[in-house]
């Protein structure tokens, strides 16, 4: 039920899907195509903004960053900015963000300050980078008696780092790690992963722009990451575990 107070305008917080722009749910592509303003994340595939009506307004986010980066918290405060200004004006605003929202998508910073502009909104979900990237190497990311466990992981921070919140020793063996935002870090992470015990021989995959026709899929041993990273971008999923040896059969 709609809280006393809040404004008639709402602004809709749609996860795109990963790479594919067909992979955004039907219900997202239905707000989309209402929408009066979409305010858009730099790895959203752009083809998905031919379905906003002509007259809506259309706003990269990442233009008001200098360039994309995983920790740019002040401009996130203008982002959050911006997405206050345009709700106030437009009726319907589509803040359009890559993936899925509610995985490492800001989506709680932006949330907040709907709230305390008391500013009417609702979540979407989407397909996040790591399914998108799973259907692509043709494998599931969990399997019941060796993978029961799948974590999500930061690879924003180095894990030598003394800043680092992520306890890689906590990290479940018996199950698949998929690191985001890794690209920088993929050999420190492999590096880190072998010195808490993780088997230098286990399987692991880099997809780089999954679900893009430049899609690029390579499969290794966390051994052999040092070799293969090179001329490997941003963006990419970074997975591990013993599912990735289905990968390797088809
Ligand atoms: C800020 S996070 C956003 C994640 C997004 N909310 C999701 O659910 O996929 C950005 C990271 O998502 C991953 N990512 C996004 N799009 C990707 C793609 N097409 N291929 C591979 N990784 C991708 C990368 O790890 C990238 O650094």
Request: aromatic letters at 8%; a positive charge.
């Amino acid at each position: 039920m709609k809280q006393k107070n809040y404004l008639e305008n709402k602004v809709y917080i749609v996860g795109a899907g990963c790479g594919d722009c067909e992979l955004i749910t039907l219900k997202g592509l239905k707000i989309l195509k209402k929408a009066d303003c979409v305010i858009y994340d730099y790895l959203v595939n752009k083809k998905l903004l031919r379905y906003a009506p002509k007259t809506a307004e259309l706003i990269n986010a990442d233009d008001t960053r200098n360039s994309f980066s995983d920790s740019f918290t002040k401009e996130q405060d203008k982002l959050n900015i911006l997405i206050v200004e345009k709700s106030k004006k437009y009726k319907t605003v589509v803040r359009l963000k890559n993936g899925d929202p509610v995985i490492f998508g800001r989506l709680n910073e932006e949330v907040e300050i709907l709230v305390k502009n008391k500013i009417d909104f609702e979540i979407v979900p989407g397909i996040t980078a790591v399914s998108s990237a799973a259907a692509s190497l043709n494998i599931g990311l969990t399997k019941t008696k060796f993978a029961p466990v799948v974590s999500f992981i930061t690879g924003h921070e180095n894990p030598f780092g003394r800043k680092s919140s992520v306890n890689y020793v906590l990290l479940p063996k018996q199950g698949t790690l998929v690191f985001y935002m890794a690209t920088e870090n993929l050999k420190k992470i492999t590096k880190k992963l072998i010195e808490v015990g993780w088997n230098k021989n286990m399987f692991c995959a880099i997809v780089e722009k999954a679900g893009f026709p430049d899609e690029k899929k390579l499969i290794g041993r966390l051994k052999d990451v040092k070799k293969i990273v090179v001329g490997i971008n941003s963006p990419t999923v970074f997975i591990v575990g013993d599912v990735l040896k289905y990968a390797i059969k088809c």
